[in-house]
């Protein structure tokens, strides 16, 4: 039986949920979506980019990740919102319920986009009537609007909902690719990006058609196994599962931009220790454990440099986390200032306790009972219920350069937007 895949995609997800939020829950009296306007970061925490954009800004030439400075210069009216990723998540946890009514087969691709395996569970209904009921519902019960593709496979689907938006249903039979996919830019297929759209187009290939029309060896030859993969795409090949559930994690990271550039090794180190909080967390909730802890540092000539390190034995204990951090950070920074930190971890493990060493000289089951039990206290009392002295902020402290105790991630002013404070358009 020949598949049936739906791809549903929130249109401008974030201002979407903002704009009906304001308008539905707080009273507001003007539709984000109507006017130029845009979620954007936090410009005096250097986290001053465009996040989503209404159609109307998008006339402005208005772009997401822009920052938010030059998208004022080429829309000086634009009405700007601060993020709110709590109501995110919930908008996108009920979009989910809905789509559980049509299919068990579900994969939450992103915050804003899911892909649904229809094909045993059309009940011989038109599929293309289906995803309009999806897309009506959506509207009705939520506020806000999809589109959705209608596809045999997950590629065609998600290059159907990036058709004409917003609010709309479009096809891409394997018989419409000709006339619906290959007249369009080459940069519209997934997984080209800037790099190899330069490549593709000194090779003569400017249409998602002529791509699909290259030699093979042409492509290999100049783009690797990538130039494969693209192929694949342009002549919409594409056999991969619906996957319920989603892959184990190769790595946990997380980084973060400073509020401004850090000069000295004491502070940029109560970064990593809040930023080591936060992945060992992540590690503990899942189970799991790492071998190799890095670090990256991005300067505030934007060079970005890295450093990794093995450990003797796989870990979710934050300060060996930390401590490995630290030692990759002594060995890579130069004194340049310091715009941004990460840290990154690989060699995924389950959880399976750990073996004692013969020179062990710290209890390594105590710590970790004591951070599983402040992982236990953050869960029911809130995430600053518990947090190390070195982060508490004396009374005299900028604000700007109050370091979080648990960072990078969603940074504390993106987690939760106070709207009192707001004024409701």
Known sequence: MDRVIF?????????????????????????????????????????????????????????????????????????????????????SEAMAKILQRYTDRIERFSIDEAFLDMTHYLGGRDPVDTAHEIRQTVSRELGFTVNVGVAENKLLAKMASDFRKPDRVHTLWREEIPSKMWPLPVRDLYFVGPASERKLTALGIHTIGDLAAAPPKILRGHLKSHGCLLYQYANGWDDSEVQTEPPPNKGYGNSLTTPRDVADAETAKLYLLSLAETVSARLRANDAKISVVAVSIRDHNLKFTNRQMRLEAPTDLTTEIYQAACRCFDELWDHTPIRHLGIHTSRVAADEGRQLGMFDTVDYEKQRRAEAAVDALRHKYGTDCVKRACFLKSPEEDDAMFIDHMGGGISREKRSVDYSKETVL
């Open 7 to 91: 791809h549903v995609d929130v249109n401008s997800a974030f201002l979407s949920w903002e704009a009906v939020y304001r308008l539905y829950h707080l009273g507001g009296t003007v539709d984000l979506r109507g006017i130029p306007s845009a979620v954007g970061g936090d410009q005096e925490r250097r986290h001053g980019i465009i996040l989503a954009k209404s159609i109307p800004a998008k006339a402005y030439h208005v772009q997401t990740g822009e920052p938010i400075v030059d998208a004022k210069r080429k829309c000086p009216d634009l009405v700007l919102v601060p993020p709110n990723y709590n109501l995110y998540r919930k908008s």
